[in-house]
């Protein structure tokens, strides 16, 4: 019993030790085997229709890349046109703010406005170029994400030989510590995309209630920071909501608010409804696994983290705990 303990305690070391290298020096092999990962149960429906599996994994990923680089489009034309209209409104809000000081403060100069506005006409300058810069990095890294598609379409392929091949010479009680992980990770990707699809659904028609003539592409937006733990729709309520307190228009900003607090019960309840497991897992727990995640295994061990510290348990603990959500 205690050979067992040991042996999975060296081969829970070893996986991360092993993914620490990788991530070092061969972080696009990496990249390319998650996205085969997350792609498998698509290829896989894929090949039951057209009975062929390099048919399968050609559609499959051209799907793929077709919404990827829709999304990408809308987002980009989206910011775009905010900070075009930001840009080209600033002296009208600079004014609204001046006039609101000069209002409850009689004796207010002026003189702390205009240091503000030339310390932000001095980061709008600053942004333009770390904004040139960031088209110049994205166009080099084309070459890198076409290899990431390549490699990882080509571990799509032959899928079932890596799985063939680890279930020859992995234990059993591994394999079914892997599977049921990745069955439970299966699970809470599905359940994501339904609260997305739900929050697109509420958002877009709250801002059309609310009058904005680009509503559909603004419940594209929150639905896909949706997917964000913590800020979420934050990132895109807030500065919408300031702007329309500076613009004086009261009911849209009020508007805004009720539709980014309904948005969260909604989302709450709906999870509750749709996640049939429910892993109870203490809040220090989670954030101790993200930042050793973090600092081990930098941005992706947010990612990775959670992933290895449900292996762990479902490996270290004989009756599945956390697929049945007892673990506390």
């Given at each position: 019993?205690?050979?067992?303990i040991?042996?999975?305690w060296?081969?829970?070391i070893?996986?991360?030790a092993?993914?620490?290298i990788?991530?070092?020096?061969?972080?696009?092999?990496?990249?390319?085997?998650?996205?085969?990962?997350?792609?498998?149960?698509?290829?896989?429906?894929?090949?039951?229709?057209?009975k062929?599996r390099?048919?399968?994994?050609?559609?499959?990923?051209?799907?793929?890349?077709?919404?990827?680089?829709?999304?990408t489009?809308?987002?980009l034309n989206?910011s775009?046109?905010i900070?075009?209209?930001?840009?080209?409104?600033?002296?009208?809000?600079?004014?609204?703010?001046?006039?609101?000081?000069?209002?409850?403060n009689?004796?207010?100069?002026g003189?702390?406005?205009q240091?503000?506005?030339?310390?932000?006409?001095?980061f709008?300058?600053?942004?333009?170029h770390?904004?040139?810069?960031?088209?110049?990095n994205?166009?080099n890294?084309?070459?890198?994400?076409?290899?990431?598609?390549?490699?990882?379409?080509?571990?799509?392929?032959?899928?079932?030989?890596?799985l063939?091949?680890?279930?020859?010479?992995?234990?059993?009680?591994?394999?079914?510590?892997?599977k049921?992980?990745?069955?439970?990770?299966?699970?809470?990707?599905?359940?994501?995309?339904?609260?997305?699809?739900?929050?697109f659904?509420?958002?877009?028609?709250?801002?059309?209630?609310?009058?904005y003539?680009n509503?559909l592409?603004?419940g594209i937006v929150?639905?896909?920071?949706?997917?964000l733990p913590?800020?979420?729709?934050?990132l895109?309520?807030?500065p919408?909501?300031?702007?329309?307190?500076?613009e004086?228009h009261?009911?849209?900003?009020?508007?805004?608010?009720?539709?980014y607090?309904?948005?969260?019960f909604?989302?709450?309840i709906?999870?509750?409804?749709?996640?049939?497991?429910?892993l109870?897992?203490?809040?220090?727990?989670?954030?101790?696994?993200?930042?050793?995640?973090y600092?081990?295994?930098?941005w992706?061990?947010?990612?990775?983290?959670?992933?290895i510290?449900?292996f762990?348990?479902?490996?270290?603990?004989?009756?599945?705990?956390?697929?049945?959500g007892?673990v506390?």
């Amino acid at each position: 019993m205690n050979k067992n303990i040991y042996f999975k305690w060296i081969f829970l070391i070893a996986i991360i030790a092993i993914l620490k290298i990788t991530l070092t020096y061969f972080n696009q092999l990496f990249i390319a085997f998650l996205i085969a990962i997350i792609l498998q149960p698509m290829v896989c429906n894929f090949e039951k229709i057209l009975k062929s599996r390099i048919a399968a994994v050609i559609i499959s990923y051209l799907f793929i890349i077709f919404v990827a680089l829709s999304t990408t489009k809308i987002m980009l034309n989206f910011s775009y046109n905010i900070i075009l209209n930001t840009l080209n409104n600033l002296p009208s809000y600079f004014e609204n703010i001046d006039k609101t000081i000069r209002q409850y403060n009689s004796s207010y100069t002026g003189t702390n406005l205009q240091k503000v506005l030339d310390y932000f006409d001095a980061f709008i300058n600053s942004f333009k170029h770390q904004s040139i810069n960031l088209v110049y990095n994205t166009i080099n890294g084309l070459t890198s994400i076409l290899l990431i598609v390549f490699l990882s379409a080509v571990i799509s392929y032959d899928f079932d030989l890596i799985l063939k091949f680890l279930k020859k010479y992995l234990p059993l009680e591994i394999r079914l510590a892997a599977k049921n992980v990745y069955n439970f990770v299966q699970m809470i990707i599905i359940v994501q995309l339904q609260l997305v699809a739900i929050s697109f659904i509420f958002m877009t028609f709250s801002f059309l209630l609310l009058g904005y003539k680009n509503a559909l592409i603004l419940g594209i937006v929150c639905s896909i920071l949706d997917i964000l733990p913590i800020v979420g729709p934050a990132l895109l309520f807030i500065p919408m909501i300031i702007v329309e307190f500076l613009e004086h228009h009261t009911i849209s900003a009020i508007g805004l608010i009720i539709t980014y607090i309904l948005n969260i019960f909604i989302r709450q309840i709906m999870e509750v409804k749709l996640l049939k497991t429910k892993l109870k897992l203490s809040p220090i727990v989670i954030i101790f696994n993200l930042y050793l995640g973090y600092v081990l295994f930098g941005w992706f061990g947010v990612i990775i983290a959670p992933v290895i510290y449900l292996f762990a348990l479902e490996l270290l603990t004989n009756d599945n705990k956390f697929v049945k959500g007892a673990v506390g």
